[in-house]
């Protein structure tokens, strides 16, 4: 995930400003994206006609609304943040979930059937599964470099030209959600077809996850790592 790379060495360079900024824009961006996708599509019907989509969203406004307010109440980086960004984590997810089930929304189960049925075909296949953890380590250890160097590059952009972390963020929040932008329209175009609800629960629960994940365990990893360096 682009939000983890960026967040982590950041933080790893004391630009714990860079890494929140980083996460309200790309949050902002995911959703912004989102309702374009939406629109795109012509789904908004399927929202309107959806109360478990409906309490997703709210949820997914919080993860927008939290770190700006905490921009606005000008508080600090502690590591006492963590176990409360954990804690809301597993609350609001418990909440997403039990929405669906009240609701009787079984389209997002069909959709993690679907996800398990084609992990399952993958684990048969030992000869891609082999090449697949291959690839994994090859892509963790570039992105490690790529990640050390754009550390390297956010401080010498902080501090020899001045350049304020909250934009500095704000530019990173745009670069890291564009595969969310693919992911959105992608799903709702491979269900136009047969379900238009199971595309638009399938975008919508990709954007509560990037967000989530961006608000809750990215940054919280970004704190930790902030309190160590500092």
């Known amino acids: 995930m682009p939000e983890l790379l960026t967040v982590f060495f950041s933080s790893l360079q004391g630009l714990f400003g860079t890494s ?3 996460i309200i824009s790309s949050n902002v961006i995911n959703f912004i994206q989102y309702i374009w996708s939406i629109r795109l599509n012509k789904n908004e019907k399927v929202i309107k006609r959806n109360r478990a989509l409906k309490i997703e969203l709210i ?3 919080s993860t927008i609304i939290i770190p700006i307010a905490m921009v606005m109440s000008n508080i600090e980086a502690e590591i006492g943040i963590v176990p409360i960004f954990i804690l809301l ?3 609001l997810y418990y909440l997403k979930t039990n929405a669906y089930k009240v609701y009787k929304m079984h389209a997002l189960s069909e959709i993690e059937e679907r ?4 992990e399952k ?3 048969k296949n030992k000869k891609k599964a082999v090449l697949t953890w291959i690839q994994l380590g090859i892509t963790g ?3 490690y470099i790529i990640g050390n160097l754009l550390g390297n590059t956010l401080d010498v952009l902080s501090s020899r030209f001045n350049i304020p972390q909250a934009i500095i963020g704000i530019v990173l ?3 890291t959600s564009i595969p969310e932008l693919i992911t959105f329209i992608e799903a709702q175009r491979n269900h136009e077809r047969r379900n238009d609800e199971q595309g638009v629960i399938e975008a919508t629960s990709n954007l509560f996850t990037s967000n989530m994940l961006n608000l809750f365990i990215i940054e919280s990893i970004g704190i930790v790592t902030y309190m160590i360096v500092i």
Request: aromatic share 18%.
């Open 121 to 123: 075909k993958w684990a």
């Open 89 to 91: 984590f597993i609350m």
């Open 141 to 143: 250890v570039a992105l």
């Open 115 to 118: 996800k398990i049925k084609e």
């Open 173 to 175: 929040g745009f670069i």
């Open 20 to 22: 929140i900024f980083n």
């Open 59 to 61: 949820i997914i406004i």
